[in-house]
């Protein structure tokens, strides 16, 4: 058996329409959905991250703002720019790029953005609104992998999901959105004793700790569903994830590749969060 392909770039198409769709439908009642990112220093990766959201937001119809800050910007500047987009009514999703640089302390930024705005869904409001499923915002890549796992139209209830991973950004939102959807959830991590026994009783694994071949063949059960969150280089220097994809996809029933999985869906779901921040304004 060879694993269907969850094509994460097709998926993000069709809802990135519907986002386009919607924020029309929101302009014709005077909103047009703003959404602010603040990049501080030159991290190359960063610059590629924040290019494409802005990017997606202009190809969506949203409005986007990209402020660009020397690396020797002040905490204390960084600050009073967030409260001046939490005031600005233009502006519905801010977002900080991180990694910040190491005179700026990242978790003091991230909760002085509005939590009505934290479109990366990273404040500790957010997390709380996650843990106790009020409405809030959804972390961005997590969100994205609940999208993929809905695409293949499985059932959640009552299956058991194995999460590798306890990053507040990734593996534990992911663990409570799982929960949300009345999947059993096991969380393991770096201190896990024998990680293949948990993982052979899954129905679904979302692979999320940075290091590939994390996840081998040996450790799947034949037709679980497997979502990479991984990003790692391969000694070609290939984009690969966590998941020995080569090898898992002859075992699993559903994989989400690297490139082309996950990744789309980060971007992606950021739009979807910004969209429904300017939505409340008029519910």
């Known amino acids: 058996m060879t694993a269907q392909i969850i094509d994460g770039n097709a998926v993000a198409k069709q809802l990135r329409t519907e986002v386009a769709q919607r924020t029309a439908a929101l302009k014709t009642k005077g909103i047009t959905p703003g959404l602010a990112v603040i990049l501080v220093g030159e991290d190359p990766a960063s610059k590629v991250y924040v290019g494409k959201k802005v990017q997606a937001c202009e190809e969506a119809g949203l409005h986007s703002v990209l402020e660009r800050y020397e690396a020797d910007l002040t905490e204390a500047a960084?600050?009073?720019?967030?409260?001046a987009l939490n005031q600005d009514p233009s502006i519905h999703g801010i977002l900080v790029q991180l990694p910040l640089p190491a005179h700026i302390d990242a978790h003091k930024v991230i909760e002085s953005i509005s939590p009505a705005k934290d479109v990366d869904g990273f404040h500790v409001a957010s997390a709380g609104a996650l843990m106790t499923g009020t409405p809030g915002f959804w972390s961005c890549t997590p969100y994205g992998c609940i999208k993929l796992l809905e695409s293949t139209g499985m059932d959640l209830r009552g299956k058991h999901a194995v999460v590798i991973g306890r990053s507040n950004n990734v593996g534990k939102p992911m663990a409570l959105?799982?929960?949300?959807?009345?999947?059993?959830?096991?969380?393991?991590?770096?201190?896990?004793?024998?990680?293949?026994?948990?993982?052979?009783?899954?129905?679904?694994?979302?692979?999320?700790?940075?290091?590939?071949?994390?996840?081998?063949?040996?450790?799947?059960?034949?037709?679980?569903?497997?979502?990479?969150?991984?990003?790692?280089?391969?000694?070609?220097?290939?984009?690969?994830?966590?998941?020995?994809?080569?090898?898992?996809?002859?075992?699993?029933?559903?994989?989400?590749?690297?490139?082309?999985?996950?990744?789309?869906?980060?971007?992606?779901?950021?739009?979807?969060?910004?969209?429904?921040?300017?939505?409340?304004?008029?519910?």
């Open 177 to 283: 959105m799982l929960l949300q959807k009345n999947a059993t959830v096991t969380i393991c991590h770096s201190a896990t004793q024998n990680l293949k026994a948990h993982t052979l009783q899954a129905d679904v694994i979302v692979a999320a700790v940075g290091r590939r071949d994390t996840l081998t063949a040996d450790m799947v059960k034949p037709g679980a569903v497997v979502i990479d969150v991984g990003m790692n280089r391969n000694d070609q220097g290939k984009l690969c994830g966590d998941v020995d994809f080569a090898n898992v996809k002859e075992v699993a029933g559903w994989i989400t590749p690297v490139p082309g999985g996950v990744g789309p869906m980060t971007v992606t779901m950021l739009l979807v969060n910004t969209l429904e921040a300017a939505e409340r304004l008029v519910a």
């Open 78 to 83: 960084l600050l009073a720019r967030v409260e």
